[in-house]
């Protein structure tokens, strides 16, 4: 049986009782009722895009990560384009939104945050957990007090049919989904027709192309970790469902004092390179937004959900580490893409000699998610160095404010404020 508190723990930040309490308890829990073993490693993670901006999202993908455009799931409201690097690593789910009317959960999930209403139907939704027994997970985690949408919920949804998903989570907004998959079968999506679209096909096969021009294609990797904000006050429940959904176990967090924020990592029980499945990072305030004009604290974090929502911030790739063309390989590659247009909020960060090297890029104008690009040298296992961390959570900030006074803006030139 697995032990998913053998890990050793890292980070500075001190958490409450409640957490050190509970964390043992629901983590011995998980691992004596079969849990840990049955649920695996993330097998994809679902993002959905307003009308008109799948294809382009999927080029903007293709051309900044490894990933291949497949297939196209066609249903009565939504494209979901499924994009694979291999099947070693997690695929991307690319909801596209068909109609503009078109109402769901999800959307309303957006349209309670100032900045998350201009984009209605723009947001990452979660991921898909491989699971070796989906009937056992589900009824096991039922007695746990966790709950999923119905069959006829996901139908009207289209959500695919071989997955249970869980209802959205009240501290991070996004769902769990599982999916029964033995390694050696295919990946598969029981969701409408499938085809291979000649639209999106060509839109791949240009941003391939350009990729390779650049000299792109070697040097980007899978997705390394997952950053998602939560409220203050929700960092450590969030931890804690995360960690009761899926087999990931607590790494640990440090105190970012610079930005009033902390950052929480996860990693999985079973996969112990990132790349085959992504770590969950959380970042939090440390004090609620009503409090920090008293002492003057920065708030960047608590502002980015007050504005859009708790939801994922960031989708961080790994670049392989060494040179070309003099450069650092991160540096090389954020020149390319900027070279075609792309923004990025702050120069390449870090050193060989603090072990790593990291940028933010601007927020996709299709999906709102920033692209991290994180370079590691020799054996560094971490995520940030805490400058690092500071000057990417402070670029972030910067560009987000500037992002609600626009969106203000655009609201009092319609006559209404936005809450």
């Given at each position: 049986m697995p032990d998913s508190m053998a890990f050793d723990r890292h980070g500075d930040k001190k958490n409450s009782?409640?957490?050190?309490?509970?964390?043992?308890?629901?983590?011995?829990?998980?691992?004596?009722?079969?849990?840990?073993?049955?649920?695996?490693?993330?097998?994809?993670?679902?993002?959905?895009?307003?009308?008109?901006?799948?294809?382009?999202?999927?080029?903007?993908?293709?051309?900044?990560?490894?990933?291949?455009?497949?297939?196209?799931?066609?249903?009565?409201?939504?494209?979901?384009?499924?994009?694979?690097?291999?099947?070693?690593?997690p695929d991307i789910?690319?909801?596209?939104?068909?109609?503009?009317?078109?109402?769901?959960?999800?959307?309303?999930?957006?349209?309670?945050?100032?900045?998350?209403?201009?984009?209605?139907?723009?947001?990452?939704?979660?991921?898909?957990?491989?699971?070796?027994?989906?009937?056992?997970?589900?009824e096991l985690q039922k007695t746990r007090e966790f709950?999923?949408?119905?069959?006829?919920?996901?139908?009207?949804?289209?959500?695919?049919?071989?997955?249970?998903?869980?209802?959205?989570?009240?501290?991070?907004?996004?769902?769990?989904?599982?999916?029964?998959?033995?390694?050696?079968?295919?990946?598969?999506?029981?969701l409408g027709l499938s085809s291979i679209r000649a639209d999106v096909q060509d839109a791949y096969l240009a941003a391939k192309a350009l990729q390779s021009r650049l000299g792109l294609d070697d040097l980007i990797l899978p997705i390394d970790h997952l950053a998602t904000r939560v409220y203050s006050q929700n960092r450590e429940v969030a931890l804690l469902e995360w960690l009761s959904w899926s087999s990931y176990y607590y790494w640990g967090?440090?105190?970012?004092?610079?930005?009033?924020?902390?950052?929480?990592?996860?990693?999985?029980?079973?996969?112990?390179?990132?790349?085959?499945?992504?770590?969950?990072?959380?970042?939090?305030?440390?004090?609620?937004?009503?409090?920090?004009?008293?002492?003057?604290l920065p708030s960047p974090t608590e502002n980015f959900v007050r504005n859009y929502g708790p939801r994922l911030h960031h989708l961080a790739l790994a670049v392989r580490d060494g040179e070309r063309d003099g450069a650092e390989n991160i540096e090389y590659?954020?020149?390319?893409?900027?070279?075609?247009?792309?923004?990025?909020?702050?120069?390449?960060?870090?050193?060989?000699e603090e072990g790593l090297?990291?940028?933010?890029?601007s927020a996709s104008e299709h999906s709102s998610l920033i692209i991290e690009y994180v370079q590691r040298y020799g054996n560094f296992e971490g995520f940030f160095t805490r400058r690092n961390v500071a000057e990417l959570t402070h670029a972030a900030g910067v560009e987000e404010e500037l992002n609600a006074l626009q969106a203000k803006a655009s609201d009092l030139g319609q006559g209404t404020v936005a809450s």
């Open positions: 009782e409640f957490f050190e309490a509970y964390l043992p308890r629901l983590m011995e829990e998980r691992d004596r009722l079969g849990l840990t073993e049955m649920i695996r490693e993330i097998e994809a993670m679902i993002i959905a895009v307003d009308p008109g901006h799948g294809i382009d999202y999927v080029a903007e993908l293709c051309l900044m990560t490894p990933y291949h455009y497949l297939v196209t799931l066609e249903a009565e409201s939504h494209s979901t384009h499924v994009l694979r690097a291999s099947m070693d690593h789910l690319i909801r596209d939104v068909k109609y503009p009317d078109r109402r769901d959960i999800f959307r309303s999930l957006n349209e309670a945050f100032p900045i998350g209403a201009t984009k209605p139907n723009s947001r990452y939704i979660g991921e898909v957990l491989r699971v070796t027994d989906l009937h056992g997970v589900v709950r999923f949408f119905s069959q006829d919920d996901l139908r009207k949804l289209e959500m695919p049919g071989n997955f249970a998903v869980s209802k959205p989570s009240p501290y991070t907004h996004n769902i769990v989904a599982y999916m029964e998959r033995l390694p050696e079968d295919l990946r598969v999506y029981a967090s440090f105190d970012i004092k610079d930005q009033n924020s902390s950052t929480n990592v996860t990693k999985s029980v079973h996969a112990g390179n990132e790349l085959l499945s992504p770590a969950k990072v959380f970042t939090a305030n440390n004090t609620p937004y009503f409090v920090n004009h008293l002492d003057g590659v954020v020149r390319q893409i900027a070279g075609q247009g792309k923004k990025f909020l702050l120069d390449v960060i870090g050193s060989k090297k990291q940028i933010f890029s």
